[in-house]
């Protein structure tokens, strides 16, 4: 084995073992919830925008992102559009044409304002409209016609009916060998209730519970174990999803 071969493989053992350590796993968790009420995940920006993840996943998002060198990135939520321009900047540096497509119900106008000023939003395509409208859905078709690699990320309304919905509508758009990446699968782990004052999401009622029902009648799709075994702090817990087939 060469040096180069020798430092994955044994970061690849360490990685195995970490992800077994149901200890850490649950510090993680307990950190999350912890800095959860100072709205941790929100106070990060990428390139000016506030995005709206853990520092982890925005690696993982970079790591895969570089690994499939898409041509075209779909995202539903946008919010203050931090996601929208991590992926345009990733495409950017992968030179080519790659293209980003963001869907949301409510793009705030000082939200709109700040993105189309932003230099990546020549890569960016915005729709307002719910993701799962069939009119929005036949867009982005209509726009992915041609494309040869495409990356989705569905983080918009996290209620298992919707991510459900996204599901049916957005999963079948990704190339095989790329990735499907559900966010806020972690909502499942917090305590029952925690959202319940302002969101209409809860336990058994979000995008793990989505996930896991899809899972079980599609085979086109593997969780990618080693990224998932390694982020910890993450917002997407088996949330990175490689097209196999
Ligand atoms: C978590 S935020 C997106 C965060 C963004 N991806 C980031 O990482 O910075 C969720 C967004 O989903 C949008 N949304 C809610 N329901 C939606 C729907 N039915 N279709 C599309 N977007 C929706 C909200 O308006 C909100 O801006």
Request: proline share 4%.
């Amino acid at each position: 084995m060469n040096p180069v071969e020798e430092f994955f493989h044994e970061r690849r053992e360490d990685i195995e073992k970490m992800s077994k350590d149901e200890e850490l796993r649950k510090k993680s968790l307990d950190w999350m919830l912890a800095s959860d009420k100072y709205k941790y995940s929100y106070n990060y920006t990428w390139l000016g925008r506030p995005i709206i993840k853990y520092p982890n996943d925005i690696v993982a998002t970079q790591e895969i992102i570089w690994r499939v060198k898409p041509d075209l990135i779909i995202e539903t939520g946008v919010a203050h559009g931090g996601s929208l321009i991590l992926s345009a900047s990733m495409l950017e540096l992968l030179g080519g044409n790659g293209r980003v497509i963001g869907i949301d119900i409510d793009i705030r106008p000082h939200n709109r304002k700040e993105i189309e000023a932003h230099p990546l939003y020549k890569r960016i395509d915005l729709i307002e409209g719910s993701s799962v409208d069939p009119q929005v859905v036949e867009q982005v078709k209509q726009m992915a016609a041609g494309k040869k690699n495409i990356m989705v990320f569905l983080d918009s309304l996290h209620t298992h009916d919707h991510v459900a919905a996204e599901l049916a509508c957005y999963a079948s758009m990704v190339s095989v060998g790329s990735y499907l990446v559900l966010p806020d699968t972690f909502i499942e782990y917090f305590p029952k209730g925690y959202y319940a004052h302002n969101r209409p999401w809860d336990v058994g009622n979000n995008p793990m519970t989505a996930l896991r029902e899809f899972l079980k009648t599609n085979d086109d799709f593997e969780i990618d174990q080693e990224l998932n075994g390694k982020l910890m702090i993450t917002e997407a817990f088996d949330g990175y999803l490689r097209r196999v087939k």
